[in-house]
């Protein structure tokens, strides 16, 4: 089993910059991809970012390209999210999820379904 623990929301004002964390812990976490989902009240969870476990691959969003970065950092075991020029419409619960060991070095993914672990969320909160 592995857990994820996010960290790093809040409340800031729009063109604000905020980094979450994401720390695993609990069986060997390597070899596979990670990435970043947000939900927004009343809205179905949707893909952030995501990046390989080698770092060498990263894929985003369209309304996040540009101002967000997901970076990671495996001798800590963390994920990063770094989030600059942050709009009202960022606003949402934002989670980091983890494949499962056959990713490899290279694989990353966009649907959630893919996915075997999730932390528990972190709220990131943007005010005008």
């Known amino acids: 089993q592995v857990q994820l623990v996010e960290s790093g929301g809040g409340l800031v004002q729009a063109g604000g910059s905020l980094r979450l964390s994401c720390a695993a812990s609990g069986r060997t976490f390597t070899n596979t991809g990670s990435g970043w989902f947000r939900q927004a009240p009343g809205k179905e969870r949707e893909f952030v970012a995501a990046i390989s476990w080698s770092g060498g691959s990263t894929s985003y969003a369209d309304a996040v390209k540009g101002r967000f970065t997901i970076s990671r950092d495996n001798a800590k075991n963390t994920v990063y999210l770094q989030m600059n020029s942050l709009k009202l419409e960022d606003t949402a619960v934002y989670y980091c999820?983890?494949?499962?060991?056959?990713?490899?070095?290279?694989?990353?993914?966009?649907?959630?379904?893919?996915?075997?672990?999730w932390g528990q969320g972190t709220q990131v909160t943007v005010s005008s």
């Open positions: 999820a983890a494949g499962g060991t056959a990713w490899g070095l290279k694989r990353l993914s966009r649907d959630p379904m893919a996915y075997d672990y």
